[in-house]
C-alpha cells in the first residue's frame, strides 16, 4: 500500500522508522510512504502556507493552495481514497482499518494551528478523527492510521492469527494474557492456562471475552433483552450475529461494530 503525507511537518514521520513491524513493513516494501512537505508548495518568497482567518479570531488556519498544489502533484492510483485529519470528522474504529486495508494507496492530509480553509473538504473522500480530543496537528492521527492498517497487511505480523480474537476485531475485547512466570508477586497464572485442555482453554477466553467487554465497554455489545435499545437495533434473533456464550445461557448480539 503506498500511503502519500501532505504535512506541514515531515519531520515527524520518522516516527515510523522506529515502530518495529510497521518500520520492517517499510523495508520489505509492503509498504511506501512518500510525504509531500507543504512548505514547498507555500506561496511567495516566505512559502506561506498559513494566513489570518477571515472574521477575525485566534490562530492561524492553513491556506488552501499549497494544499490543492501538493495533492495535484500526487500520481493518484485507481484503487485510491483521500482522508482528511480533523477532530470534527468521523471517529475512527478498526473496521474503518479493514475496510481500507484492500485501497492501494490512501492520501492523507494533515492539519495544523486552527485547522485548514473549509475549501480543503472537497479535496477529501472521507473525514476522520482519530478520538473525541484535539490535538495540535495531524501528523500523530496520521501516524495511527498508518501503524494501524499496516498491520492488518498481509506479510506484516508474524503470525497473522494475532488479528483473529483482539479488541475491536469483533465486538468483544481480547481475553487477558499470561507470560512466564508461573507465579509474579504471588499473582498466579489461572490454573486452566497451564491445563493443556485446548478446548476449556478457548471457552475459558471466551467468557473472558464476555466478561471483559460487559465490564469495561458494555457499549459494544448487548443483550437481547436489552430494553434501552431502540427496536431498530435489536437484532433478529435468527441472525447469524446471535452468539452463546459458553458459561451462561444469554445471548448476545453482536452490534454494527
Ligand atoms: N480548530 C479545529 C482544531 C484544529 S487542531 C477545530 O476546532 O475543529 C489542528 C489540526 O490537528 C486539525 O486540522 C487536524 O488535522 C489535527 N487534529 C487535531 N485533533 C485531531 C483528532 N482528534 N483527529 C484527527 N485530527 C486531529
Redesign the pocket.
Known amino acids: 500500500m503506498n500511503f502519500e503525507v501532505i504535512t506541514l511537518f515531515p519531520k515527524a514521520f520518522e516516527l515510523i522508522n522506529n515502530l518495529g513491524v510497521i518500520t520492517r513493513a517499510l523495508s520489505k516494501n509492503l509498504i511506501n510512504l512518500n510525504l509531500y512537505d507543504l512548505r514547498e508548495y507555500g506561496e511567495g518568497s516566505y512559502k506561506q502556507v498559513d494566513d489570518k482567518p477571515y472574521g477575525g479570531g485566534p490562530g492561524m488556519v492553513l491556506k488552501p493552495e499549497p494544499i490543492y498544489k501538493a495533492f495535484e502533484s500526487i500520481n493518484k492510483l485507481p484503487n485510491g481514497k483521500t482522508l482528511l ?5 468521523k471517529v475512527l474504529k478498526q473496521k474503518d482499518l479493514l475496510r481500507w486495508c484492500s485501497l492501494d494507496q490512501l492520501i492523507i492530509i ?7 480553509d473549509e475549501r480543503v473538504r472537497c479535496l477529501a473522500d472521507e473525514e ?4 473525541d ?6 501528523e500523530i ?1 496520521a501516524i495511527s492510521i498508518i501503524n494501524g492498517l499496516t498491520r492488518l497487511l498481509p506479510g506484516t505480523l508474524g503470525d497473522p492469527g494475532s488479528l483473529i480474537d483482539e479488541s475491536h476485531n469483533s465486538s468483544l475485547l481480547e481475553y487477558p494474557h499470561y507470560t512466564r512466570p508461573l507465579i509474579f508477586k504471588e499473582m498466579k497464572v489461572p490454573d486452566i492456562l497451564v491445563s493443556g485442555n485446548h478446548e476449556e482453554i478457548k471457552l475459558w477466553r471466551k467468557q473472558k471475552m464476555l466478561e471483559r467487554t460487559l465490564d469495561r465497554r458494555n457499549d459494544l455489545i448487548y443483550n437481547k433483552d436489552n430494553k434501552n435499545l431502540p427496536k431498530s437495533e435489536r437484532k433478529n434473533e435468527d441472525s447469524n450475529e446471535m452468539m452463546k456464550f459458553p458459561m451462561g445461557n444469554e445471548y448476545y448480539f453482536y452490534p454494527d461494530w
Open positions: 485529519m480533523t477532530p470534527q470528522g494533515c492539519g495544523q494551528y486552527e485547522g485548514f476522520v478523527s482519530i478520538g480530543y484535539v490535538l495540535s496537528g495531524g492521527p
